[in-house]
């Protein structure tokens, strides 16, 4: 399998020629990516630069770029709205307010051309598929949280279940982007916004989408923005703004949920304005398994956590470790990668090329009350900032929902797979796929027809294969194999994040 090589740049590595700044080196990077068709990492270079930029030039020049790009992926108001913040840049009487205005003409010329695109909002086509949950209003009502001896806390369903059924959509509680992707979504709120971000005066790896998120960072992380890839600290400071600033109604809540285990479905959570919502859900997050053995390196590294520098009263201090700690056990076991999957594109020479990345991570509040199986019946994407989780394979009313943890019973043999969840999560893997040891499979599960990012005009065709696989797989379930069937389950995953448009499959 041949994978897009995208270059991550480590700003203090750069080789840049004499006289060039680091702004316009990458803006150069960002050209080249641009003029071979990669308009997505184009805008990452352009962003990047646009962070490091010294002068007004190099503001304008990113702003320039960036409209340069979007002119070319049809997005038309995206366009006007960097060509404006350019010539916030731009002396009057120069050369290049006439190109920009050149361009606004051209854009304005094209906007009356274009049809509008029903097909652009995602959430026309990822909504729950019944009525929702009157506390939980994100979760479909058939949900039923389940005590049981085996799997502890589960999920559970009242009614039948069909492939493609969309049972939750979930904004994680707690999340944060990965460093490598900082400029790519805004680091408060996850949306990626298209790309169309805005450099903070903070951080050079912090964008934000709008002025009300760099508001809601700044006041919340003060000068420790910079960190704010830790999803721990971040953590720390939101739960401090959630107790009034307080360390003793911290504790107090870390010992309350320590006593009474509580989840969300034990609150209404149906009114984000209600003045105990966020309280709640912290008190949920804090309920959450925990790993129980810590190493003594980790121990030591939360002791000396740099976080915990800022705080000048020795109680407050502790309090805040303990919180750490208890932050690194919850997110051992419970944490989610948010990630995605770059699609072929019509100049690659193969059309093999399925790379995951990784974008960031987050606690999902409902999605951590599933347990594990190597062959799961729930599937998740993540769409703009939420987690869409979809079912996979037929679920009966009474069965227990299933995500992965980790691989699939097709990527590797029962003995590794059940060593990797012990080692990580601590249980022995006792799903279908383990107790009937179901054979791995050779083929590459992306393989068969490739989605092409050239193909956005046909997104209704994805989803239509999308629906015609969820038929297939129901129709076939008793008479194809595990393989077969998984094989076609994996095949959707990949449908519904080309659906999604997560990016990089927006450009
Ligand atoms: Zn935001
Ligand atoms: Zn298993």
């Given at each position: 399998m041949k994978s897009v090589t995208v270059t991550r740049l480590s700003l203090q590595k750069l080789d840049i020629p004499n006289g060039q700044s680091i702004s316009q080196d990458l803006r150069v990077r960002g050209d080249s990516f641009f003029e071979n068709g990669y308009l997505f990492e184009a805008l990452e270079c352009y962003n990047k630069s646009l962070c490091v930029a010294q002068t007004n030039s190099d503001i304008l020049s990113a702003y320039e770029c960036r409209s340069i790009v979007y002119l070319k992926a049809e997005e038309y108001k995206l366009c006007l709205d960097n060509i404006e913040l350019a010539c916030k840049y731009c002396d009057n009487a120069s050369e290049r307010l006439t190109i920009l205005d050149e361009r606004k003409k051209a854009c304005l010329k094209l906007m009356r051309f274009d049809r509008p695109n029903c097909d652009s909002e995602p959430w026309n086509f990822f909504r729950l598929s019944y009525d929702a949950n009157e506390k939980l209003p994100f979760i479909v009502d058939c949900?039923?949280?389940?005590?049981?001896?085996k799997f502890g806390r589960s999920i559970i369903t009242t009614q039948d279940l069909q492939p493609g059924d969309i049972i939750a959509i979930d904004e994680p509680f707690f999340k944060t982007v990965t460093y490598e992707s900082a400029h790519t979504r805004c680091i408060n709120?996850?949306?990626?916004?298209?790309?169309?971000?805005?450099?903070?005066?903070?951080?050079?790896?912090?964008?934000?989408?709008?002025?009300?998120?760099?508001?809601?960072?700044?006041?919340?992380?003060?000068d420790t923005t910079n960190k704010m890839h830790d999803i721990k600290q971040r953590m720390l400071f939101e739960a401090l703004v959630i107790c009034g600033g307080s360390f003793s109604k911290?504790?107090?809540?870390?010992?309350?949920?320590?006593?009474?285990?509580?989840?969300?479905?034990?609150?209404?959570?149906?009114?984000?304005?209600?003045?105990?919502?966020?309280?709640n859900l912290l008190k949920s997050s804090m309920s959450l398994a925990q790993a129980k053995n810590v190493s003594a390196d980790v121990i030591n590294y939360l002791s000396h956590h740099p976080v915990l520098e800022t705080i000048k009263d020795q109680r407050d201090k502790e309090i805040a470790e303990t919180f750490l700690l208890r932050c690194f056990r919850i997110l051992a076991v419970n944490s989610f990668g948010i990630e995605w999957l770059v699609p072929s594109r019509p100049q690659d020479h193969t059309k093999d090329t399925i790379v995951t990345k990784r974008a960031g991570q987050a606690l999902c509040l409902f999605g951590s009350l599933m347990n594990h199986s190597c062959i799961p019946n729930v599937d998740r994407v993540f769409v703009q900032n939420k987690f869409v989780f979809f079912v996979r394979r037929p679920i009966f009313k009474g069965q227990q929902l299933f995500i992965s943890y980790g691989s699939l019973f097709l990527d590797m043999p029962r003995e590794i797979r059940q060593q990797n969840l012990k080692d990580e999560y601590g249980f022995w893997c006792c799903c279908e796929a383990c107790v009937r040891d179901y054979p791995t499979s050779a083929v590459y599960p992306w393989t068969g027809v490739p989605i092409v990012i050239s193909e956005l005009s046909v997104a209704n065709g994805w989803k239509d294969e999308f629906k015609k696989n969820c038929l297939k797989i129901v129709k076939k379930q008793n008479v194809w194999s595990q393989a077969e069937l998984c094989l076609l389950m994996v095949r959707n995953l990949y449908l519904v994040t080309a659906i999604a448009k997560t990016e990089p499959f927006i450009f």
């Open positions: 949900l039923k949280l389940h005590n049981n001896k709120c996850l949306k990626p916004n298209k790309l169309n971000l805005m450099p903070s005066t903070i951080s050079e790896t912090a964008m934000f989408c709008s002025e009300e998120c760099m508001e809601i960072a700044s006041k919340t992380y003060a911290l504790k107090e809540l870390m010992d309350a949920s320590d006593l009474k285990k509580e989840t969300i479905f034990s609150y209404d959570l149906s009114n984000p304005d209600d003045p105990l919502f966020k309280q």
